[in-house]
């Protein structure tokens, strides 16, 4: 045989095999739907997305905005949907800070950081993440009530009913324009390269600036700028309540998940040339100097790409929630499944969801690559 | 010679040179340990010095310190879950055939695909022998009633056995030169790796039944297993594609050129190689695994999570929840925490060797 023949020959079995795979997944899907059809009929349930106009009538543990018994599936979903994507983002920014201090720790010159940071991360590591949760969860409930709750200077207090801070008075809206003028303003001088003591300092003066505006135009008259929990008969009043599931889970995924970060960051600083390092200890600059300008710079480009992965993680980790009884996207969709039998709609709207939320977390870890990445390489 | 490399001697000069380089440092230092010694005290004083070992009832216990007599008593339920009480001895060896199977993978000596396979099988056959029993002519235990730490350890290493070919498949599939068949290999491992493990476990024990006619449905456990098996493939795939990327192309090139066909090349060339390389990874990824199967508590199994739930559930033990909770984190931490070891050993032996 000569070659073109052997070629056409490999070709042709190529060919044969892609197009039994097409066939053999394509027999699959036909048969699922086929048999989800009999399964469904004989169940006497209608497929579709009807249902997401019904209202659910029943009720779950935390909701960032107005909620109701009577809500409709579709709102209830949105809710859930809220609250897995605020507590990642929360604890994607806890643990990244932690994490950060932490692996720096790990790699510092003092043995004492050293060890404290190493036994952090032994500790949280190796303990599965959900009976952290469940631990934590099992510790916070057994608290005392809130007539004997714990309180730090008569301002926070710590009881089985959740943790009780004190609140800005101002609505949600409000306050979360606030927060977005500052990160479009932190933004805009890390662009023109002001300094991080100075962007620090800058944000605690526009912090407090628009409080004073904030608070002048838009709380009640006879109240008080902030609003202090309090102590009334058998509950708190006042401040902003963190229920005992929210608070455990942000306690949970934020040691697990710094854990985590801070071998990331180590692994990353590690990965710096010494002759940098030494360049600068020749150079004079103080170990802080070095860090700042020379050992994370160049770490944040070994750091990125990992650290999206532990984002993604983290994000994935918030469906755990649901041993506790945290109300996140996942807790709703099984507690839809079981009330209303539309498995098939349910877990195609959750895979939609982490997809589009793991999505656009992998897109902005790209672009903070890119934008990182040494110009000439 | 690698050895020496490996393991550093503990430096007491530097340790101590660098623990007081400068006021700052010491004052960090003097912190930070008493800090650490507090906690210690602490941990001491709670588990060991104030702790009840064996009260004959609740009452003696709960003066500061632990409680280790809910352990005493629960230890079985924890350990074994409602596997019949006069058959734990069963029990107990299956799990140890499990222990003793990781163990021995751990040894360099076993690192030949024939032998791990060899050891695996034999490992996970012994311990399924054991449990359900109706083969070997001992009671008939359905896998229903496992629980406990040896359910944990069937799921763990179930999901290994299945998930290691499964693996290499869908790698070997996403370096495929047709389109489709690579198509079809990424399509599936990009849709695994960004689900949560808990979706894609909830889609096999509940939606798959509506998908399949009730004939191919099979017990929950094992559309679980496979499930999360696909899962172990997924995050095993792309180790071994890191495995892939280090060997040279002209590897192949030479093997095509002395004759061999594809598989003779992968299997006595190329993929001793890629095992080798992606060992530290494969490690960790087995570490994780092991660490995720606590999670099916969620999907309703019985399993170390949940049988030390069911150990303070009831009555009189149930204010001593924090130990039995302890109790099954260190079982965890141990397991955890010497393959997280055994996986940094690997790491540097490699760094070692590459020098």
Not at chain 1, 61 to 66: K, N, Q, V
Not at chain 2, 34 to 52: E, F, K, R
Request: glycine share 8%; charged share 15%; aromatic share 12%.
């Amino acid at each position: 045989m000569d070659a073109s023949a052997l070629k056409a020959r490999a070709n042709r079995r190529k060919l044969i095999i892609q197009s039994a795979l097409i066939v053999f997944s394509a027999l699959i899907i036909i048969s699922a739907i086929r048999s989800a059809q009999v399964n469904l009929n004989a169940l006497g349930l209608a497929s579709g997305f009807g249902f997401l106009e019904r209202s659910t009538g029943w009720s779950y543990s935390f909701s960032l905005i107005e909620r109701d018994i009577n809500d409709s599936y579709a709102r209830t979903l949105t809710i859930g949907f809220l609250n897995t994507v605020f507590l990642g983002l929360l604890t994607i920014v806890l643990s990244t800070i932690f994490g950060f201090l932490i692996g720096t720790f790990r790699d510092a010159r003092n043995p004492a950081l050293k060890t404290a940071a190493t036994v952090y991360i032994q500790t949280f590591r190796n303990i599965p993440l959900i009976l952290q949760g469940i631990f934590w969860y099992a510790i916070v409930i057994h608290l005392p009530g809130p007539r004997q709750a714990m309180s730090l200077g008569d301002a926070i207090f710590l009881s089985n009913r959740g943790l009780m801070i004190p609140l800005l008075n101002v609505s949600l809206t409000v306050a979360l324009v606030m927060v977005l003028v500052l990160i479009v303003a932190a933004f805009f001088m890390a662009r023109m390269k002001v300094s991080v003591i100075k962007i620090v300092l800058a944000m605690i003066g526009l912090c407090f600036f628009m409080v004073l505006i904030a608070t002048g135009l838009t709380v009640p008259a006879g109240e008080g700028a902030i609003s202090w929990p309090e102590l009334k008969g058998l509950r708190f009043v006042g401040g902003l309540t963190i229920s005992p599931e929210l608070l455990v889970m942000i306690i949970a995924i934020t040691l697990y998940g710094s854990a985590y970060i801070a071998e990331v960051v180590r692994g990353g600083l590690v990965e710096v040339p010494k002759g940098l390092i030494e360049a600068g200890e020749a150079l004079g600059l103080t170990q802080r100097v070095i860090w700042a300008r020379i050992k994370m710079p160049m770490a944040l480009r070994t750091i990125i790409p990992p650290l999206g992965n532990q984002w993604i993680f983290i994000m994935k980790a918030t469906t755990i929630g649901v041993a506790i009884g945290f109300s996140d996207l996942f807790y709703i969709v099984s507690t839809s499944i079981t009330q209303s039998g539309q498995t098939l709609e349910l877990i195609a709207i959750l895979m939609g969801a982490f997809l589009l939320v793991n999505f656009t977390i992998a897109q902005f870890i790209n672009w903070l690559n890119e934008s990182l990445k040494l110009k000439a390489h | 010679m690698a050895d020496a490399v490996v393991s550093k001697k503990f430096d007491w000069q530097l340790f101590r040179r660098r623990s007081f380089a400068s006021p700052m440092d010491t004052v960090i230092t003097v912190i930070v340990f008493s800090g650490l010694a507090w906690l210690v005290w602490q941990a001491l004083n709670w588990g060991i010095l104030n702790a009840v070992w064996s009260a004959d009832d609740v009452e003696q216990c709960g003066h500061g310190g632990a409680c280790w007599s809910v352990i005493d008593a629960r230890h079985r339920l924890i350990l074994f879950g409602l596997y019949p009480y006069e058959e734990h001895w069963r029990s107990t060896l299956a799990c140890l055939s499990i222990i003793a199977t990781v163990v021995i993978s751990c040894f360099p000596w076993t690192w030949t695909t024939k032998r791990l396979s060899t050891i695996w099988i034999a490992g996970f056959a012994i311990y399924y022998l054991l449990m359900e029993g109706s083969l070997l002519g001992l009671p008939q235990v359905t896998t229903d009633q496992w629980g406990g730490l040896a359910l944990t350890l069937f799921l763990f290493s179930s999901v290994v056995l299945i998930g290691m070919p499964m693996g290499l498949g869908l790698a070997l599939m996403r370096r495929s030169e047709m389109p489709v068949v690579r198509g079809f290999a990424s399509l599936v491992i990009d849709l695994i790796r960004s689900l949560p493990l808990l979706t894609t476990l909830f889609t096999a024990a509940v939606v798959i039944p509506i998908l399949l006619p009730s004939w191919l449905e099979g017990d929950k456990i094992w559309r679980v297993i496979i499930a999360f098996g696909l899962f172990f493939a997924c995050y095993q795939a792309e180790v071994l594609r890191g495995g892939f990327q280090a060997i040279p192309k002209g590897q192949f090139e030479a093997g095509k050129a002395l004759g061999l066909t594809y598989w003779q090349i992968l299997g006595r060339i190329v993929l001793p190689q890629v095992f080798r390389h992606a060992l530290p990874a494969t490690v960790n990824n087995v570490v994780v695994t092991f660490k995720e199967t606590a999670i099916v508590i969620i999907i309703g199994f019985f399993d170390i999570l949940a049988s030390a739930n069911a150990a303070f559930g009831t009555g009189a033990w149930a204010p001593y929840y924090i130990e039995v909770l302890a109790f099954v984190a260190a079982i965890y931490w141990i397991f955890l925490f010497g393959l997280g070891q055994y996986g940094e050993y690997l790491k540097r032996r490699m760094n070692v060797a590459e020098r």
